[in-house]
């Protein structure tokens, strides 16, 4: 047996991962890099992309199966309730997976890893990436699939406090089984540039999906305003979206076009050149659980301007963030509020005191700590199970019931046609420390 | 992030923030009884129509009776927006005076085809297409306001309120079609049409001139209509009455007991709403 006394076997589970570029992929995969830095096993299981199908290899011997199951959705798999029991079960099995984590409440392809994993027994963790509405028809029904997913998940995380209290609202959760453990940043990627920038001009930096959702409208208001008041401040917008025609028009009706760049999708490993050309760093959100690229801003150093929503006053330190109203003056109020404190800021400071902060290896530590929390929970039987299904609503409640008597029946039937012992076992390659000379 | 907590530490500032049942209005009976017998005025408004159809399909009523109803209904709705709006420039009422002649004229003109629309259809399909019409009229109907943009009203007109009214005309139409003279053609989509894009702007005029108007005219409405089909059908009169009974009386009680169980949830993680109006 190759894997040490008291190290696990992981399976993370998510629509989004690799070769797609987001906070979610970027977080399933720093994870499962520190993870087996401390000796844990990490396998990820996700859909196919394009061409890129089957079990591929990443960096560390991180295993990938990129399941032949298209996505039809917004990168989302088709939801067939059963049909992806039975290669789920074959990686568990072959694998020896001892405990199953689902990323992200909007992935179809976690709900249902989750939900077989529970009927064949293993120790489920769930964590919740974003912030969820409660009134529209949308949210409802995420809502209700949410309650089912984590009316027997073992234990839950969450990135920031509000999304606690957001996750534990929707899913009527005992708050004592969510664990809030925030995202980190990697800080060797992210350094500020080794010469400061001189103040003449300044220059802010906006990052983001030009989409309703991210504020891109407080943009158009906030700008022309901000380049009005100060005539030595520039503006760089990176990234693209639906909402890139309105900033356009905006440039043309108010002649901006030499002091707002439009870079178009920046890609990720670019985008540290583009935040080390600038001072401030702007995030205009509406909605936020935890927002990674303020991180990523303070890492290089930047002074960051934000809304205050959601979980963004959680993430940095007062003297590293200001933060306004999603109100355009309130905004132009707290950039002018920058730019004053702007000279008093040193880059090597911030970017020092966020490698202190945070990290990707305390991350991992303290997902260790959760899942060692959870193989300690005592194994359950399927009476034992349902009553939990129960709660969920007077209709909801029994047909869910149903729903996980049927799938254990299904994996009954799949035993006896495929036992167990017939799968074969994955063999362990050991990796050799490589010797630095 | 505090040394010392475990990570699932739950401590009293836990759901400090949240706001429940911010926005929601506490309701009075007798004001929602009062807000639904607008309700019941256009349903009897349309039980009418229906009425003069069927007594037009069954020969009762004349062509002259018809073209005297639409004179009498063109003037009284003339009368009661002079008395209500208070737009008495000549020149505008000469502009509607032209652009109504011109309607008119041109219904006169296209009746010989409507007389023939619907020839080789049979009378059965016709008649269930001409129900189904109605019904969906009558729930996709804005009932607040006026799908003509009233002088003064407030919001454009949406999605369903655009279905709705062309669902009535599409079911004046097919009942005009099975009608013997050209003449009853003319004049029955004449009448159906004033009534349907007409009444609502009327009665919301007339509503917002005075309460109690409104309710002595619905009132009224309602005792003409259920004499009118007590003449024609039984069976009918008992469902319109039981209809306006549940309107009336039944939703505003239901609503109201079903209020106690909502649950509004606001809080910090709320998507933020912007205070200014996205212009394109």
């Known amino acids: 047996m190759d894997i040490k006394e008291g190290k696990h076997s992981i399976l993370m589970v998510s629509d989004f991962f690799y070769p797609n570029f987001g906070g979610v992929e970027n977080h399933i995969y720093l994870l499962s890099q520190c993870l087996l ?32 199951w298209k996505p039809f959705l917004m990168q989302n ?27 992200q409440a909007f992935s179809t392809l976690c709900h249902e890893a989750l939900m077989h994993a529970r009927t064949m027994g293993y120790k489920v963790i769930f964590t919740d990436h974003s912030l969820y509405g409660f009134s529209d028809i949308g949210s409802i029904h995420m809502n209700k699939v949410l309650q089912f997913t984590l009316a027997d998940v073992t234990q839950a995380i969450c990135v920031s406090h509000t999304s606690k209290e957001n996750t534990v609202l929707r899913s009527g959760l005992p708050p004592e089984k969510v664990f809030v453990i925030p995202n980190a940043v990697d800080t060797t990627m992210f350094k500020p540039a080794p010469e400061r920038l001189s103040m003449d001009p300044i220059v802010i930096v906006v990052i983001s999906r030009l989409v309703y959702r991210k504020g891109a409208d407080l943009l158009v208001e906030v700008i022309p305003e901000v380049c009005h008041l100060y005539p030595n401040v520039r503006f760089i917008i990176g990234g693209d979206g639906p909402k890139r025609v309105r900033l356009e028009e905006m440039r043309e009706k108010h002649s901006l076009q030499d002091r707002v760049d439009m870079l178009g999708a920046v890609p990720h490993a670019k985008v540290r050149s583009v935040l080390n050309s600038g001072h ?56 002018k509020k920058a730019i004053r404190i702007l000279p008093h800021i040193d880059p090597q400071e911030m970017h020092r005191r966020m490698k202190e902060m945070y990290s990707w290896h305390d991350v991992a530590k303290r997902t260790e700590i959760v899942y060692d929390r959870a193989l300690r929970c005592s194994n359950q039987t399927l009476l034992e199970r349902l009553p939990r299904y129960l709660t969920c609503g007077a209709w909801a409640g029994k047909l869910f019931c149903l729903v996980m008597i049927i799938d254990f029946i299904l994996w009954r039937l799949l035993q006896l046609w495929q036992p167990d012992s017939e799968v074969e076992p994955v063999p362990d390659f050991k990796r050799t420390e490589l010797k630095r000379g | 992030m505090q040394p010392g907590f475990d990570d699932n530490h739950t401590d009293d500032t836990f759901l400090q923030e949240m706001v429940m049942n911010a926005n929601v209005v506490k309701r009075d009976m007798l004001k929602v009884m009062l807000d ?142 099975r009608l013997p003279s050209r003449l009853l053609v003319f004049a029955i989509i004449l009448f159906s049409l004033q009534v349907f894009l007409f009444a609502p702007l009327i009665t919301y005029c007339l509503k917002k001139y005075s309460f109690r108007l409104h309710l002595l005219f619905s009132f009224v409405l309602m005792a003409l209509t259920l004499t009118c089909v007590y003449r024609l059908h039984k069976l009918l009169f008992v469902v319109l009455l039981g209809l306006l009974v549940f309107v009336n009386l039944v939703c505003p009680y239901w609503l109201i007991r079903i209020q106690e169980y909502k649950f509004e949830i606001n809080g910090p993680w709320d998507e933020a709403k912007l205070c200014f109006n996205i212009t394109d």
């Open chain 2, 36 to 177: 639904s017998v607008s309700i019941s005025q256009y349903l009897c408004i349309v039980a009418l129509v229906v009425l003069v159809w069927a007594h037009t399909l069954n020969s009762t009523i004349t062509e002259n009776f018809l073209i005297i109803l639409d004179i009498t209904l063109v003037g009284s709705g003339f009368f009661i927006l002079l008395l209500t709006a208070k737009m008495l420039s000549f020149k505008l009422l000469l502009n509607y005076a032209i652009k109504i002649s011109f309607f008119t004229t041109g219904l006169y003109v296209l009746s010989p085809i409507y007389h023939t629309l619907t020839r080789s259809i049979s009378s059965d399909s016709i008649w269930a297409l001409t129900t189904s019409l109605v019904i969906l009229h009558l729930f996709l109907h804005n009932y607040s306001g006026s799908t003509i943009k009233a002088p003064g009203a407030l919001e454009n007109p949406n999605l369903t309120s655009n279905i709705s009214l062309n669902a009535s005309i599409v079911a004046s139409l097919l009942i005009a079609s």
């Open chain 1, 280 to 335: 401030i760093f702007l995030n205009s959100s509406l909605t936020e659980a935890f927002c990674i690229a303020i991180l990523e801003a303070a890492s290089c150093g930047l002074l960051t301007v934000s809304t205050r929503v959601g979980g963004v006053p959680e993430v940095l330190p007062d003297d590293m963030i200001v933060l306004a109203k999603p109100d355009p003056s309130d905004m132009v109020h707290a950039i």
């Open chain 1, 37 to 68: 830095k401390l000796g844990h096993k990490v396998v990820v299981m996700t859909h196919a992309y394009a061409n890129r199908s089957g079990v591929r290899y990443m960096t560390n011997g991180l295993k990938v199966y990129y399941v032949p």
């Open chain 1, 77 to 103: 798999t088709l939801p067939t309730f059963y049909g992806t029991l039975p290669i789920i079960r074959t990686i568990l099995i072959r694998e020896k997976i001892s405990l199953v984590h689902g990323h």
